[in-house]
Structure formats: C-alpha cells, structure tokens
C-alpha cells in the first residue's frame, strides 16, 4: 500500500496563478482532511471531507476549493494564488471520525507564491 | 475556541536520557489525543492514539498519558537515541467536530 500520496511535491507559482493539489489514498478511507503548517505553527485545517461527494470548512477556507469527486481522491484548488498561501500543504485521511480518528498524511506539498 | 499548546519549542538532550515533552488543552471536550512525529522535510507519523477514555498508551520506548480534566498530555521518552530527533506534534479532536487542532511542536534533538 502507498497510504496517503500528494502531487506534486514543491510548486513555484506567481501571484494571481492558479493550481490544483492532489491527494490520492489507498486505505479505503471515508475521511479527507488538507491542512496547512506554517513556520512556528500548527497544522491548521483547510477543508475536509467526510465522504465521496461531500466536502465541508475547516478552520481556514478563504482562498481555496476542494472537490472529492472519487472516494480515493481529494482536491485543494488554489483559483487566484496569493503570497499568503505561501506554505506546507498536508493531505490526510482517516477510516472513521471521533474517538477512533487516527489521521494518517501525506508527504506535503510545499508551495511557494511570488 | 480548542487552542493546544506545547512546551517547550526545542529540547536538546544527551544520548539515553529518559524525557518527557508536554502537550496542554484548552477544552477537555475531546474524542481523542495523538501524537505525531514530522521528520525535517517530511509528512507526520502518528505515534500513539489515546481515545478520552483511557489514560495511557505505550509503543516500544514510548508512553503517552492523558489527563482529560486538567487538559494535558504527556509524551515519555526512554533511553532516546538520536534516531529520536525530531519534531513532536500532538493533536485533539474536539467533540461533534473533525476540525483537529494541533500545537506547534517540540523540536528534540538528541545528540550522540
């Protein structure tokens, strides 16, 4: 198993540009997070899905859309990049929520806006 | 507003002393704490899940306690090695809410 795969893995875009992140996992998982790490922080999550079809805000949305199209597959689109989206983007996914939300990641992808 | 915080940022520490790095929240209304490790440059690997109601979990040189009502987590360290170098995460998942909340980490750093 791959478990959780991100593509690509670094990106240099310019301000106003647009791109899409990709997040492909192999476990079955009904449960897809993306989040952001930036320098002396936290995670923070950016929008997540609960399963195929479904996508739902997390704690910071401005700026980005997602679409979970196939079960295996979860998207973070960037429409118009800014030099705040400057940062480490991690996937994850997870087979249950709650108690039993043990979240597995990606590898990140770390993007940088001109 | 669930805020977690981690102290301290950085631990740097001789080859085989046991440690232990602290992880403390703000709302005990939570599902579950994990802790995470993050390789420089890499993704997270979880390390140990405790759900709320238990209070500890071990894996090898590892033990993870959960204090619910006081908000704070511990993560015990035996005989670290340098291969312990790393940075340490830990996570909770609030009630009726998957918007998990992290804190920032300690970056331990084990020198031979």
């Known amino acids: 198993n791959a478990g959780v795969t991100q593509t690509p893995k670094f990106r240099v875009l310019k301000t106003g540009q647009s791109m899409t992140l990709l997040c492909a996992q192999d476990?079955?998982?009904?449960?897809m997070y993306w989040y952001r790490q930036d320098p002396g922080m936290g995670l923070r999550l950016i929008h997540y899905s609960v399963g195929e079809g479904t996508t739902a805000k997390g704690e910071v949305p401005d700026g980005y859309n997602v679409s979970r199209l196939k079960k295996q597959n979860f998207l973070l689109g960037l429409e118009s990049a800014a030099p705040s989206q400057t940062s480490v983007y991690f996937c994850?996914?997870?087979?249950?929520?709650?108690?039993?939300?043990?979240?597995?990641f990606g590898p990140g992808t770390r993007l940088t806006v001109l | 507003k669930q805020e977690v915080t981690q102290i301290p940022a950085a631990l740097s520490v001789p080859e085989g002393e046991n440690l232990v790095l602290n992880c403390s929240f703000t709302?005990?209304?939570?599902?579950?704490l994990q802790w995470f490790r993050q390789d420089p440059g890499k993704g997270l690997t979880s390390l140990l899940l405790?759900?709320?109601?238990?209070r500890e979990q071990t894996s090898g040189r590892l033990n993870a306690s959960l204090d619910k009502s006081s908000g704070r987590s511990t993560l015990y360290i035996a005989a670290s090695q340098p291969g312990d170098s790393a940075t340490y995460l830990c996570a909770v998942t609030p009630y009726n809410n998957n918007d998990m909340r992290f804190g920032a980490g300690t970056r331990l750093t084990v020198k031979p």
């Open positions: 476990m079955n998982h009904e449960y």
């Open positions: 994850a996914s997870s087979y249950m929520a709650g108690t039993y939300n043990e979240q597995f």
């Open positions: 405790i759900q709320s109601s238990q």
């Open positions: 709302d005990s209304a939570i599902y579950n």
